[in-house]
C-alpha cells in the first residue's frame, strides 16, 4: 500500500508520456510548426521571406525572454511547464485569426515565451521525477516529443498544401491540438508537489566557472543549427513548387529528430553526456553545409536527416550534461543555457540577405565546430554518462 505522497508522483511512464507530448506541443507546435507552413503562407498570403525572418526572429525573441526569465527566477518546473502549455495552445489559435503581419508577430513572440517555460519546465521535472524512479534512461522518449510534434505538423502543413487549404486551417487545427495536450498534461502537473525531486530550484546559487563555457557552447548550438530548421522547407520549395517534394522535406526532420534521442540513449547511454554533445554538432555542422554547398533536393533531405537528427540529441546531452555538472544551480544554468540558445537562434535568421543562404552556412558550421572543440577540450575528464 503506497503512501499518499508517493501516490502524487506520476509513474515512469506517466511521466515519459506527458513529457513526451508537452514537448511535442510546445517546440513541435508552440516553436517549429510556423517552418512547415511558410510556404504555404508565401503561395496564400503573399508572406515574403522577409516577413518570414521577421516572424521567425518574433518568436526566436519571446523564446530568448522566457528562457532568461526562468534563468532569473527559477519557477517551479510544474507551474513552468502548466503556463507555458496554456499560452502555446492559445496564441497558436490567435495565429489562424488574423493575416495581419502586426499579430502575427505578436502571437509568435508569445508563442516563444511559452515555449521556453514548457521546455524548461517539461525537461527539468520530467528527468527529476524518473531519475527518482530509476528510469533515467527513459529520457530519450521525452526528447523524442519534440521530433513528434515537428513530424506532425509537417505532415499536416504537407497535407494542407496537398488539398490546397488556408494556412489559417492548419494553425486553428495545430491550436486545438495543442489545447487537448495541455488539459490532459495538466492533470498530471497541477499540484504535483511530491514530483520535484533534487534541490530545490537555486535562484540564489552563484553560477561557476567552467558554467560560462557551457552556457557559450550552447549558444553556438543555436545560432548554428537554426537556419536550415527555419528555412528547410522553404528553400525546397525553391528548388521544386511541388508541396509532394517540398512538403516532405519537414515530416523527414522531425522524424528523425524523433528518433535519434531514442536510439541515441539506448546505443550510446555509457558514452559521457558532453562527448554526445559534441558528436551531435560534428554532423550537424556537416548538415548545415551539404545543402549550402550543393542546392538540390536530395542535399535538402540529406541536410534534415543530419540536422533533424541530431539537433534533439544535442538538446538533451546538453541538459543532462549541465544536470550532472551543476548540482543546486542545474535550474539556473540550464535556464541561462538555454537563453543563450535562443540569442543564437535569433540571430541566425538576421544573417539571410537578399535569399542567400552559403556564407551565413559557411559561419554557422564554423561555429558548431568552435563549439565542438571547446566541448571535447573542457569535458574530457567528466565522468558522467548520458544516461545517468
Known amino acids: 500500500?503506497?503512501?499518499?505522497?508517493?501516490?502524487?508522483?506520476?509513474?515512469?511512464?506517466?511521466?515519459?508520456?506527458?513529457?513526451?507530448?508537452?514537448?511535442?506541443?510546445?517546440?513541435?507546435?508552440?516553436?517549429?510548426?510556423?517552418?512547415?507552413?511558410?510556404?504555404?503562407?508565401?503561395?496564400s498570403d503573399g508572406l515574403t521571406l522577409a516577413h518570414g525572418s521577421w516572424l521567425a526572429s518574433a518568436n526566436y525573441l519571446g523564446y530568448l525572454l522566457g528562457a532568461l526569465a526562468c534563468a532569473a527566477r527559477a519557477p517551479t518546473p510544474q507551474r513552468a511547464?502548466?503556463?507555458?502549455?496554456?499560452?502555446?495552445?492559445?496564441?497558436?489559435?490567435?495565429?489562424?485569426?488574423?493575416?495581419?503581419?502586426?499579430?502575427?508577430?505578436?502571437?509568435?513572440?508569445?508563442?516563444?515565451?511559452?515555449?521556453?517555460?514548457?521546455?524548461?519546465?517539461?525537461?527539468?521535472?520530467?528527468?527529476?521525477?524518473?531519475?527518482?524512479?530509476?528510469?533515467?534512461a527513459w529520457s530519450g522518449w521525452v526528447f523524442a516529443g519534440v521530433g513528434v510534434g515537428i513530424a506532425f505538423a509537417g505532415v499536416l502543413g504537407w497535407l494542407a498544401g496537398l488539398t490546397q487549404q488556408p494556412p489559417a486551417r492548419a494553425w486553428v487545427a495545430l491550436g486545438l491540438v495543442a489545447a487537448a495536450v495541455m488539459g490532459w498534461a495538466g492533470l498530471t502537473l497541477r499540484g504535483n508537489?511530491?514530483?520535484?525531486?533534487?534541490?530545490?530550484?537555486a535562484a540564489a546559487a552563484r553560477f561557476a566557472r567552467d558554467d560560462l563555457r557551457l552556457v557559450l557552447c550552447y549558444g553556438a548550438f543555436g545560432y548554428g543549427y537554426i537556419i536550415p530548421a527555419t528555412f528547410l522547407p522553404a528553400f525546397a520549395r525553391t528548388l521544386i513548387d511541388d508541396p509532394r517534394a517540398f512538403g516532405l522535406v519537414w515530416p523527414v526532420f522531425?522524424?528523425?529528430?524523433?528518433?535519434?534521442?531514442?536510439?541515441?540513449?539506448?546505443?550510446?547511454?555509457?558514452?559521457?553526456?558532453?562527448?554526445?554533445?559534441?558528436?551531435?554538432?560534428?554532423?550537424?555542422?556537416?548538415?548545415?553545409?551539404?545543402?549550402?554547398?550543393?542546392?538540390?533536393?536530395?542535399?535538402?533531405?540529406?541536410?534534415?536527416?543530419?540536422?533533424?537528427?541530431?539537433?534533439?540529441?544535442?538538446?538533451?546531452?546538453?541538459?543532462?550534461?549541465?544536470?550532472?555538472?551543476a548540482g543546486p544551480r542545474a535550474p539556473r544554468l540550464i535556464g541561462a543555457m538555454t537563453a543563450a540558445f535562443a540569442l543564437g537562434q535569433l540571430i541566425g535568421p538576421l544573417t539571410i540577405v537578399g535569399g542567400t543562404v552559403l556564407w551565413p552556412s559557411i559561419a554557422a558550421a564554423a561555429v558548431l565546430l568552435a563549439s565542438t572543440a571547446a566541448l571535447w577540450w573542457g569535458g574530457r575528464a567528466l565522468p558522467e554518462r548520458l544516461a545517468s
Open 193 to 201: 508537489r511530491a514530483a520535484q525531486t533534487g534541490p530545490a530550484p
Open 81 to 136: 511547464a502548466r503556463w507555458g502549455l496554456i499560452g502555446v495552445a492559445l496564441f497558436t489559435l490567435a495565429m489562424g485569426g488574423t493575416q495581419a503581419l502586426a499579430w502575427q508577430l505578436l502571437w509568435r513572440f508569445a508563442a516563444g515565451v511559452a515555449s521556453a517555460l514548457v521546455l524548461v519546465g517539461v525537461s527539468s521535472w520530467a528527468l527529476g521525477t524518473l531519475a527518482a524512479r530509476g528510469r533515467s
Open 1 to 43: 500500500m503506497h503512501s499518499g505522497a508517493s501516490d502524487s508522483v506520476p509513474s515512469a511512464l506517466r511521466t515519459v508520456v506527458v513529457g513526451l507530448l508537452g514537448l511535442a506541443a510546445a517546440m513541435g507546435i508552440g516553436r517549429f510548426a510556423f517552418t512547415p507552413l511558410l510556404p504555404l503562407m508565401q503561395a
Open 254 to 325: 522531425g522524424l528523425a529528430a524523433a528518433a535519434s534521442t531514442v536510439l541515441i540513449s539506448r546505443w550510446l547511454h555509457a558514452r559521457p553526456a558532453v562527448q554526445v554533445w559534441a558528436a551531435s554538432q560534428l554532423v550537424m555542422a556537416f548538415g548545415v553545409l551539404v545543402y549550402a554547398l550543393w542546392p538540390t533536393l536530395a542535399t535538402a533531405l540529406l541536410s534534415a536527416l543530419c540536422v533533424g537528427g541530431t539537433f534533439m540529441v544535442a538538446t538533451m546531452a546538453g541538459i543532462q550534461h549541465a544536470r550532472a555538472v
